[in-house]
């Protein structure tokens, strides 16, 4: 049983993070899962005398289920955020909460993943290029606007990358086809990760962008420019109206549910709309040639560095990674200053790691 106490100041420090670290919601729902691991393992017991608790924590974790409905026990990436996001609560209890002030900050740095076996890198499952004209290859009925509309949106998520928090709250006024770019602001009311902003670019794809621009084309004609770019369809006796309706709070779970009915339809198994993302970034990935290429797509993910993008993403299949490695020394020589970017990116993703 959760101690009240406990659950009460896991809660206030959610609330700092939310408003004065300005966290948004979803990273803040994020967090308030990794805390619950914390909560569980005190049990009834105050978590301000957590260096009397057994099992100590790490220990704890490598007993509990992941909880996403597929069993199984925590990650090494896993293990690596509960102890994370631990180590932050109590940083922030012993200077906010005079309970916890007695605690040695040394324990607190106690709270690591205790050392695993490396696991083996996978692949990450991403929607390909074939997927997506498999998915526009779908047929649609006379007036099915919203089928027309999903098949739009799989093209749309592929070739920008977008996450679906931020797709679905894109206004027509974001959308400049011709400039093939996207603007995701937030002060426009796109909801993007930790409320960042930036002018982002979408692939160079010509059928995929027919399938969008086709789209573009007929919204555009009837409704106006702060309509949703991922419209709200109402049925109206019988038949489906284009509305300028602002989405909704579930708007991200309609997208997921729908595009699994279009890949059902495909005849394919179906993936979430953040695996449109990973499909952008892995092939603007495969598709660069150098620094400058790979920093290209790292900006256009909206990551701070290439090293997140990399620590993400760059996970080569053997024949991919056996073809690079026959390649290697037949192009183009990376020059000084390109490898002066790439080892900054590598100090910057070991200086996150380490912290």
């Given amino acids: 049983m959760v101690n009240h106490d406990n659950y009460l100041a896991v809660k206030a420090f959610l609330k700092y993070r939310a408003e004065v670290m300005q966290r948004d919601p979803e990273t803040i729902r994020t967090e308030r899962g990794w805390l619950k691991h914390l909560l569980r393992w005190a049990d009834d017991r105050l978590l301000y005398r957590a260096s009397d608790i057994r099992p100590v924590f790490p220990q704890y974790l490598l007993t509990v289920n992941r909880g996403d409905g597929h069993g199984g026990r925590l990650s090494a990436r896993g293990l690596d955020s509960a102890c994370e996001y631990a180590r932050a609560f109590y940083t922030w209890a012993r200077a906010a909460l005079k309970e916890y002030r ?7 740095q106690t709270l690591r993943p205790p050392r695993m076996a490396q696991e083996p890198q996978q692949e990450h499952q991403a ?7 498999a998915l526009l290859a779908v047929p649609i009925e006379p007036g099915d606007l919203a089928r027309w509309r999903d098949k739009a949106a799989a093209a749309f998520l592929f070739l920008s990358g977008a996450r679906s928090g931020a797709f679905c709250t894109l206004t027509l006024e974001c959308v400049n086809l011709r400039e ?3 603007t995701q602001y937030p002060t426009m009311g796109v909801k993007t990760k930790n409320k ?5 670019t979408l692939l160079d794809i010509p059928d995929l962008l027919q399938a969008v ?7 555009r004609a009837q409704l106006p420019v702060t309509a949703p770019w991922y419209t709200v369809i109402r049925i109206i006796l019988g038949e489906q109206v284009l509305t300028a309706n602002r989405p909704g709070q579930y708007r991200g779970h309609m997208l997921r549910d729908n595009l699994i009915k279009l890949f059902d339809l495909a005849e394919l198994a179906p993936m979430s709309p953040h695996k449109f993302r990973h499909g952008h970034a892995v092939y603007g990935l495969k598709a660069s040639k150098d620094i400058g290429d790979l920093k290209a797509v790292s900006m256009n993910l909206m990551h701070k560095n ?7 993403y760059a996970v080569l299949s053997d024949r991919d990674m056996k073809e690079r490695i026959a390649n290697l020394g037949k192009g183009q020589a990376v020059n000084q200053d390109d490898l002066a970017d790439l080892l ?6 070991l200086t996150s790691r380490a912290g």
Wanted: aromatic share 8%.
């Fill in 306 to 312: 290439i090293g997140t993008t990399d620590a993400i």
């Fill in 196 to 200: 960042k902003a930036a002018v982002t």
């Fill in 213 to 219: 621009g086709e789209w573009d084309v007929f919204i």
């Fill in 180 to 182: 093939r770019t996207i």
């Fill in 102 to 108: 007695k605690i040695d900050p040394l324990w607190i």
């Fill in 127 to 133: 929607v390909t290029l074939d997927m997506v004209r």
């Fill in 344 to 349: 900054r990116a590598a100090l910057d993703r």
